[in-house]
């Protein structure tokens, strides 16, 4: 659904709902019309609100830009942080170009080179809202896959798609609301971090075949569902591939889940 669809939708919602109210007042069964759409128009965004989070819309293909080019950085910061809806962060990026993203409403980038660092700041409106976000209603980031750096990720109610598999991620933090989250750890470091926080959350991790993992589980009451074959628990809150310390590729996971459930495979 594109985003002037999403518009006619939601207005087109809000008139349904007024007309019913003084067809309603007009029969005598209501007298305060603005109190009653009120209640109704703050019900409305809220489902409005709680089904476009977690609720695919149709594919559709669309144009990247770049918004940042690289400048000569050698290595990049990049934090992310997203209220609500979806958004998906790969690789894919040209050499030239840190970071691309789709055209949207609700979109600041800005940047700062400090030597050989560079270091982005991305903030990306809501995208269940009909005059705000990109035509598919998902927001598209590519990153350069040759640059180390440290990612951040700030979510809010949001279904996110984390494939970090070609990236140069060293460190990777992720704080995460209400949220359906699926993670790919990189596939090409050695010794990648990822800490990772979340309140009622769905979280699933992906390791690539071939890298090593180190799971380490802090005090959580989530339910934890960890791929014991590949990741054997060596003590209480630690699981790890037999193969950790000699393995050419691995990540070190360290999960606080709340009300999560977090899937390791």
């Not at 600041?108 to 270091?119: A, N, P, R, T």
């Not at 798609?161 to 460190?171: A, E, G, P, R």
């Not at 209480?236 to 990540?251: E, L, N, T």
């Amino acid at each position: 659904m594109s985003a002037s669809q999403r518009w006619l939708l939601f207005w087109g919602c809000v008139l349904l709902l007024l007309g019913l109210l003084f067809g309603l007042r007009a029969l005598g069964v209501l007298e305060n019309v603005l109190g009653y759409f009120w209640a109704g128009f703050l019900l409305l965004a809220g489902i409005w609100l709680v089904a476009s989070a977690f609720i695919a819309p149709p594919a559709e293909e669309e144009a990247l830009r770049a918004v940042v080019d690289l400048q000569g950085a050698r290595r990049a910061s990049l934090e992310f942080d997203h209220g609500a809806g979806q958004i998906r962060i790969t690789g894919g990026a040209p050499p030239d170009v840190l970071l691309m993203a789709n055209q949207g409403t609700g979109l600041k980038v800005s940047s700062q080179l400090e030597g050989d660092l560079l270091k982005v700041k991305v903030d990306c409106g809501p995208t269940f809202v009909p005059f705000l976000g990109p035509e598919s209603g998902v927001w598209v980031f590519q990153i350069n896959e040759e640059i180390p750096l440290n990612l951040k990720v700030d979510t809010g109610a949001s279904q996110a798609t984390l494939d970090l598999s070609d990236l140069q991620v060293v460190y990777f933090k992720l704080e995460g609301g209400a949220s359906s989250i699926t993670l790919i750890p990189p596939a090409r470091v050695t010794g990648a971090l990822i800490d990772i926080e979340t309140g009622v959350a769905n979280l699933d991790i992906s390791v690539p075949e071939g890298v090593a993992a180190r799971i380490r589980l802090k005090e959580s009451i989530g339910a934890f569902s960890i791929d014991q074959q590949r990741f054997p628990c060596l003590e209480d809150g630690i699981y790890q591939s037999a193969d950790y310390d000699q393995a050419a590729y691995r990540v070190e996971l360290t999960l606080e889940a709340g009300l999560s459930s977090v899937t390791v495979r």
